[in-house]
């Protein structure tokens, strides 16, 4: 596109290059430099850090101005001296944030090209890793830990290159992050940060209930970082800054980290429990397991949209599919797509067209004529029906990532977006069971059904296009989805899940048998195959839930101190305990009460 410019064949004169720090900025504008230079052209550099503007150069020139986002008066830059640039004169303006309004009117929009920049591919990145001289065994590790962040690629190529090892990832997360977050990051905010570098989305509605602060300040403060976006109601870091983000306050600490974790998990919990439908995508997002993670997440900033089908889908999708030596199978899929009881699914790219598309139905709901024409799903349906789960079943009959027209290949980081905006548009609000389809050769697709605690049903098998098809069921409990999400996030920082059977009076009892190894093994809120486990899960579950439910002020100290002594520790009397306060019985027995109840009320809220 520079060239073309250059050369007279289109009419922009202005190149706003926007991306967070470390994208590959400098190094962009120091290769259009030199070409601008090998085409005859006069080069020049403009430092708008001391707010001068500087005389205009002569024509036939290219002026690159750095840190263009950093002028207090844009208005004054395009008015006061690009309007006084000869015709021929090209300018290149660079920053962190993206192009202001004023850059979309006032006949600025027909002369001036936004160019956002991503991270590398990891095709990119390899071959960026291989050109510097790193070996393909640690260009491997070092590609999947930058996640395309050129910056954080070249700092870990150098690391290896200069002492014959991989730096830590706390040490590389270090580096970028001082380029990224120069001069904009701050103490005070150092909590927001580590939200806003784990959650799928940062909230005010998240900030006040996960930090009981009030948000307006601290949300203020994140939106303006220039390494965040806003996507929706809430704030992201780029994807390009997230995960130096993240390695820096996991190695900060990593008992922080999963509290952080913990509270984010109990919060998007209940926000699914109480209906919030995004809650089951935000809980996903804190999933560790690669696993899970490619098969079931959906990103804040996706490069990707999901929607309903639309008119002229499936003739575009008839044809990507018959090239590909699918046709059987989608001859078979593409009967549901005017199916009312079906929910389908299209991906679609920055220009609104299908890359992706999956298709779900919950057994009770779908119109059984349709099925004449499917042996497939009608045989998934009647396993539905042999369960006695035809109304808490979504089939999830499809899930296809088109292959490109070009090359054939498929994009890797789309069947997870597409399995999560199915089980979020389920015409239900918490799934029990899933009944999954997977080609054989799918070993990623096996291992998600194998890791979400699927067994494959024998009698569901097929031969399509070639290809085995095979079937598995998941049951993800009474809690459905949601809790089985949660009791994962639990599971992945070592944290006992509540047993879904507890009740409070459980609770009350657990907590007076505490000492007793024999009453807590029977507990309810006991898991485990023998009694050893079941006695430590249960205190376990008793103490997390203190942990969280008295904290947080001096008042819930001193109902934690009761817990302590009157149950976990000893079983201090009660005299001893209101003493030792130096309190009324009458008020110790009611603040006794008050710590029960708040324990109780958490574990009972986690089910």
Not at 263 to 274: E, F, I, K, P, V
Request: proline content about 5%.
């Amino acid at each position: 596109m520079f060239r073309s410019v250059l050369q007279g064949e289109q009419k922009a004169r202005v190149l706003y290059i926007h991306g967070p720090g470390g994208c590959g900025k400098t190094a962009l504008l120091n290769a259009m430099r030199a070409l601008a230079r090998q085409l005859g052209r006069a080069t020049y550099s403009l430092d708008i850090k001391g707010h001068e503007v500087a005389p205009s150069p002569p024509g036939l020139s290219v002026t690159f101005v750095d840190d263009a986002d950093r002028y207090p008066d844009p208005d004054a830059l395009r008015d006061d001296w690009l309007k006084k640039l000869p015709a021929s004169a090209v300018v290149v303006l660079a920053g962190r944030r993206e192009p202001d309004i004023g850059w979309h009117r006032s006949g600025w929009e027909h002369v001036m090209v936004e160019i956002r920049l991503a991270g590398l591919s990891a095709q990119d990145s390899h071959r960026l890793l291989t050109q510097l001289g790193v070996p393909a065994s640690v260009a491997r590790y070092i590609r999947r830990k930058a996640a395309g962040s050129p910056l954080a690629l070249v700092m870990a190529a150098r690391a290896f290159l200069s002492g014959g090892t991989s730096a830590s990832e706390s040490d590389i997360a270090r580096r970028v992050m001082a380029v990224v977050g120069n001069g904009e990051l701050d103490p005070r905010f150092h909590q927001i940060l580590h939200i806003s570098a784990i959650a799928r989305l940062t909230t005010p509605n998240l900030l006040a209930s996960v930090l009981d602060i009030d948000p307006a300040p601290a949300f203020t403060w994140l939106a303006e970082r220039s390494f965040v976006e806003r996507v929706g109601p809430g704030l992201a870091p780029y994807a390009l800054v997230r995960p130096a983000l993240r390695s820096l306050y996991t190695a900060d600490g990593r008992e922080q980290d999963r509290q952080v974790l913990r509270q984010l998990c109990d919060y998007y919990y209940h926000r699914a429990t109480a209906g919030d439908s995004l809650a089951a995508a935000d809980l996903a997002y804190l999933i560790d397991s690669p696993v899970i993670r490619w098969g079931f997440r959906l990103e804040a900033a996706s490069r990707y949209r999901a929607t309903g089908a639309r008119r002229g889908d499936r003739d575009l999708i008839d044809a990507r599919m018959s090239h590909h030596d699918l046709a059987d199978w989608w001859n078979l899929s593409r009967l549901y797509f005017e199916d009312p009881g079906t929910t389908v699914i299209v991906a679609r790219d920055n220009n609104s067209a299908p890359v992706g598309y999956a298709i779900g139905f919950v057994p009770a709901r779908l119109d059984g004529n349709i099925l004449t024409g499917d042996p497939i799903g009608a045989a998934c349906v009647a396993h539905a029906h042999d369960m006695v789960a035809a109304t808490e079943t979504l089939v999830w009959r499809d899930t296809t990532v088109l292959p490109r027209e070009s090359s054939g290949r498929r994009p890797t980081d789309l069947y997870g977006h597409l399995n999560m905006a199915l089980a979020l548009r389920a015409p239900m609000p918490n799934l029990r069971h899933a009944i999954i389809l997977a080609f054989g050769r799918e070993s990623r697709v096996h291992a998600i059904c194998r890791e979400a605690g699927g067994r494959l049903v024998p009698k569901l098998h097929w031969l399509v296009n070639g290809r085995e098809v095979s079937c598995y069921h998941i049951d993800w409990g009474p809690g459905g989805f949601h809790s089985a999400e949660r009791d994962l996030v639990y599971r992945e920082l070592q944290i006992v899940a509540p047993n879904r059977q507890t009740t409070a009076d459980d609770v009350r009892e657990a907590l007076d048998g505490f000492l007793s190894d024999h009453a807590l093994a029977d507990s309810p809120l006991a898991v485990g195959t023998n009694d050893t486990d079941r006695t430590a899960s249960a205190r376990a579950v008793l103490r997390s839930a203190a942990e969280f439910a008295l904290a947080g002020s001096p008042h819930a100290a001193q109902l934690r101190f009761i817990v302590d002594r009157r149950f976990f520790t000893t079983r201090e009397p009660h005299a001893r305990l209101a003493r030792a306060l130096m309190v009324s019985r009458a008020t110790y027995f009611r603040r006794l009460e008050e710590a029960i109840d708040r324990i109780a009320t958490y574990v009972v809220s986690q089910q």
